[in-house]
């Protein structure tokens, strides 16, 4: 039995209870009242959906239902902290499930020692995607307007706030999602540095901006069950690309995908301040590489299939930035090696010195959650200098492989 | 909410990081280049990066 799915419906808080689909877990612990005030005072507006955006059912925070996902394969040296940080959390989620996709390794069994339900793909050709996919054509009839599921990466650990934040930023019914911002975990020597200080400079940007983000990232987001089921009636429908699934099996960055499918069907999202969490960087250059490949075309490919949209405007002005970014970068090396070949030397200007450390800075402001030691680095601007060219170097050849329809890695 | 022209991506983070690093140094090779129409290009996009970076260093109420 399922609420009413009316997305414009009254609020409907303190109403009956959704069946759990048969399934229980742990308790969901009450919200603080402090907490819920700061979510509620002076944000709600005064009339919904002045700006155009779609609203869902506003719902008692202490009753939505959170059903945790987490698609696996072969995670075994990282389920149980993923799974413990759920147990941690303020407000705890309802239901923890784990799906084993085509796993080899003792993932299902340390997720289920660690209090997880599993779920074992069947025959999944679609990686992530794929997997979520295949459990939430099963969930998703039997949940209504209370309910909401957390996708998260099996590599990444919430903070304690995540769920609780998260759930109050939905119920108020203004949200159809809500995500995270990340740090790095430790390891993976200079070019796990490197990632930490990208990640700490991304999660100030997005503070900064009140929340504001482009993309709902894998590593954690919150979702309103409801906005979920009409992105499968609008794909059904072909008013969005894909088949009718949640996610678009076809794609090579599903979250992104995802995000805009929200966005074109009006829906709003953010990643507030308070939703934070951990995840593994790439520990090696190779696998970064691959990594960065991989978003950058997938991104990329997501913006070609949606087109030329008022959503995707700000999208396609990223990607002509970075493209311009890609010349400007390539061109200033050029130069420089060709300056110091030709007069053994480099001449110096008083107003690009000043600029330059104009750019010392900024690096070294836009790093402070990470420390002395990083500022120092990044004042350097050579050190981090690497980090960049080699992300633009990635750039350049998403752009090449998407350009020439070269075959797709993963 | 994502709907302000001010928005963050992980995906496609803009240049900011390459341009800072790199244009410390672009800008000491332009006069030894000359004025023509390249580096006026790319002299004028790093007065606007440093624009962009002056502004991210600006203290904000942070959400």
């Given amino acids: ?50 700006d155009g955006k779609r609203d869902l059912p506003e719902v008692d925070p202490s009753r939505m239902h959170v059903t945790v996902l987490v698609p696996a394969h072969d995670e075994e ?50 990686k992530k995607a794929g997997a979520l996919n295949q459990v939430l054509k099963a969930l998703l009839p039997e949940m209504g307007s209370r309910h909401a599921v957390l996708v998260m990466d099996a590599d990444s650990a ?103 499918a929200l966005l074109h069907l009006d829906f709003r999202i953010l990643c507030p301040a308070e939703c934070t969490l951990t995840t593994e960087v790439m520990e090696t250059w190779r696998d970064l590489f691959k990594q960065r490949l991989r978003w950058k075309r997938g991104a990329l490919e997501n913006l070609t299939d949606y087109g030329w949209t008022r959503i995707t405007l700000p999208y396609w002005g990223r990607q002509l930035l970075s493209l311009i970014g890609i010349i400007v970068i390539f061109a200033y090396l050029g130069a420089t090696a060709w300056s110091i070949a030709v007069t053994g030397a480099l001449a110096l200007h008083p107003l690009w010195v000043a600029v330059t450390g104009v750019f010392m800075v900024e690096r070294v402001v836009t790093v402070r959650s990470r420390g ?17 060219v080699f992300l633009q170097i990635a750039q350049a050849k998403a752009f090449w492989d998407a350009a020439w329809r070269r075959e797709r890695k993963w | 909410m994502a709907s302000g022209k001010e928005m963050v ?55």
Avoid at chain 1, 5 to 34: K, Q, W
Avoid at chain 1, 109 to 125: F, K, L, P, W, Y
Avoid at chain 1, 204 to 217: H, P
């Fill in chain 1, 77 to 126: 040296d990282q389920i149980a902290e993923t799974i413990t940080s759920l147990h941690g959390q303020r407000r705890r989620p309802n239901r923890v499930i784990v799906i084993a996709d085509n796993c080899t390794d003792r993932t299902a069994d340390i997720a289920r020692a660690h209090g997880a339900e599993v779920i074992e793909t069947v025959g999944n050709r679609h």
């Fill in chain 1, 1 to 50: 039995m399922v609420q009413s799915e009316n997305l414009t419906g009254p609020p409907e808080i303190g109403r009956g209870h959704v069946p759990d689909a048969g399934h229980s877990g742990p308790a969901a612990t009450p919200v603080r009242p402090s907490i819920l005030a700061a979510a509620r005072g002076g944000r709600r507006r005064a009339v919904k959906g002045a």
């Fill in chain 1, 372 to 388: 002395g030691v990083q500022m120092a680095l990044a004042a350097l601007l050579v050190v981090e200098m690497i980090f960049d």
């Fill in chain 2, 9 to 63: 991506i992980m995906y496609n983070n803009p240049p900011i990081g390459g341009v800072a690093a790199g244009f410390g140094g672009a800008a000491l090779t332009a006069p030894f280049m000359g004025w023509n129409a390249l580096w006026i290009a790319l002299g004028l996009f790093t007065l606007a990066s440093a624009a962009v970076a002056v502004k991210r260093v600006i203290p904000k109420r942070e959400a």
């Fill in chain 1, 158 to 260: 919430l903070d304690p706030g995540f769920i609780e934040h998260a759930v109050l930023r939905l119920a108020t019914g203004e949200l159809a999602a809500v995500g995270g911002t990340f740090t790095g975990k430790p390891g993976g020597g200079l070019v796990g540095m490197f990632q930490r200080n990208e990640y700490a400079r991304y999660a100030r940007d997005v503070r900064r901006l009140r929340g504001k983000a482009l993309v709902l990232t894998g590593t954690a987001t919150l979702f309103r069950a409801l906005a979920l089921k009409e992105v499968v009636r609008a794909r059904r429908s072909g008013r969005l690309p894909g088949r009718d699934q949640v996610y678009d099996v076809r794609v090579l960055t599903e979250d992104n995908e995802l995000t805009l």
